[in-house]
């Protein structure tokens, strides 16, 4: 559905000083002094909670704040799920807030109700690589901005690795030796969370050479047309999954109730298992958790002869269609996306710069990922070609492999909600 271009306007300002608090896993950043009363007050919510984080937003609130003293902006982040959900009534309730942080799946909701303010006219919207200009429009329109490239990667406890006279693994018959070692000296050899290990690795092996063929478009037409189910490209990633439950190369019962970038991050500080499946951009948090700990980030070795990385356009800002101050609000995501800032940014998530001329994070332990990223043997985990909620899909699947249900019920499960999605029932 097409909608109503937003102009961008330059905005009045406003003054202010920035301060952060945080309680738990709630963080807020908020403007403590006393203002005059005509200054412009616009709310930022997103789901970048962690201290380091969020120092980098606040850092880039007062700046934007210094530049335009007659605008205030307060941050709100919640973590993970809740802030989905939160964000869901907020928008429901007519009580959004300005601009918020967006993934694939609540993009496709709120841009069919007509929620988000469209974004082409903003100066930055060029400087993007054509690979996320072909995520971000959608016929012509732009209803989101990404100011990082996460990626998905194996941690490799290289420490542990030695002293076992192990290698990091190049490829799927390698990790799966070296997974069969961890497993008869009885340790569980890879650390998963319940979230986005198993189903980054089945995405990234189900749609592999769809990407190298580069005949993603077609085949995303056609599973957005419903001539075509997921299951057929993702059926070999979750058997690999299955595959891996089954041999103890994972433990189910602890996956089901670790959570991403947290707990995970915790079981892979102490140093007793050799790998981790989860989020590159974590890599600088647990080297300051651990200094002393040897680790490094390589792409998925899921493959017959080498290794791929899973990608996402990430933390991406949308406005609000609704708000109360456009002007204001457009111009503190033209400044949120500067280039210094991107780089400010992607630097500190470990991440790789969406802009043209863009410098992947300097974080040493990442450094791997960096050859696969540029050869292209890379798979988009919530390509904006699909328009189906595969995030939330996939994450059920996962849930339901390490509950024990067979994949064929899985599979059969996925299939139905594809139907449903396309009014095929």
């Known amino acids: 559905m097409k909608k109503r271009k937003q102009p961008l306007l330059l905005a009045v300002t406003l003054m202010g000083s920035c301060t952060l608090v945080g309680c738990g896993e709630r963080n ?4 403590y002094q006393d203002l005059p009363e005509d200054i412009t007050s616009i709310t930022f919510f997103g789901n970048k909670y962690e201290p380091e984080n969020v120092t980098v937003i606040e850092e880039i609130i007062s700046g934007f704040m210094d530049e335009n003293p007659d605008i205030r902006v307060s941050y709100e982040s919640l973590k993970g799920n809740e802030y989905f959900e939160a964000l869901r009534k907020r928008m429901d309730a007519g009580k959004g807030d300005d601009v918020f942080m967006v993934n694939h799946d609540i993009v496709l909701e709120l841009e069919e109700e007509g929620k988000l303010a469209e974004l082409s006219e903003l100066d930055i919207i060029t400087d993007y690589t054509d690979t996320m200009l072909s995520q971000m429009e959608d016929q012509g329109d732009i209803y989101w901005v990404p100011t990082t490239v996460s990626a998905f990667g194996l941690y490799c406890n290289q420490t542990l690795l030695r002293d076992h006279e192990q290698e990091i693994p190049k490829n799927l018959a390698q ?43 077609e085949v995303f037409a056609q599973l957005n047309e419903g001539k075509e189910m997921l299951s057929k490209y993702l059926y070999p990633g979750f058997s690999l999954a299955e595959e891996f439950i089954e041999k ?34 974590a890599a600088g948090r647990v080297k300051s958790m651990e200094p002393d700990l040897e680790f490094e980030v390589v792409p998925y070795p899921v493959l017959e002869d080498g290794s791929l990385l ?7 800002l949308s406005v609000n269609a609704d708000s109360e101050y456009m002007a204001a609000s457009l111009k503190f995501v033209e400044y949120f996306t500067r280039p210094d800032n991107v780089q400010k940014f992607a630097d500190q998530q470990s991440s790789f710069n ?19 990223y540029q050869s292209g043997r890379t798979v988009i985990g919530t ?43």
């Open 28 to 31: 807020t950043v908020t403007n």
């Open 175 to 217: 990790w799966e030796q070296i997974c069969e070692h961890f497993v008869e000296e009885g340790i569980t050899p890879v650390i998963a969370n319940n979230d986005i290990s198993l189903k980054t690795l089945a995405i990234g092996k189900g749609f592999y050479y769809t990407y190298q063929e580069d005949s993603q478009r």
């Open 248 to 281: 103890g190369y994972v433990s189910a019962a602890d996956t089901l109730k670790t959570n991403k970038t947290s707990d995970d991050l915790d079981e892979f500080a102490r140093g007793e298992s050799p790998f981790m499946l989860t989020g590159a951009w």
């Open 310 to 316: 899973v990608i996402n356009a990430d933390t991406r």
């Open 354 to 372: 969406p802009l043209n001329n863009g410098s992947p994070s300097s974080v040493q332990e990442i450094q791997p990922l960096v050859s696969c």
């Open 383 to 425: 390509d904006g070609l699909l328009e189906l909620p595969i995030w939330e899909w996939t994450k059920e699947v996962s849930v339901k492999l390490l509950s024990g249900e067979k994949l064929d019920s899985a599979m059969e499960w996925l299939d139905e909600e594809n139907k449903k999605e396309r009014g095929m029932r």
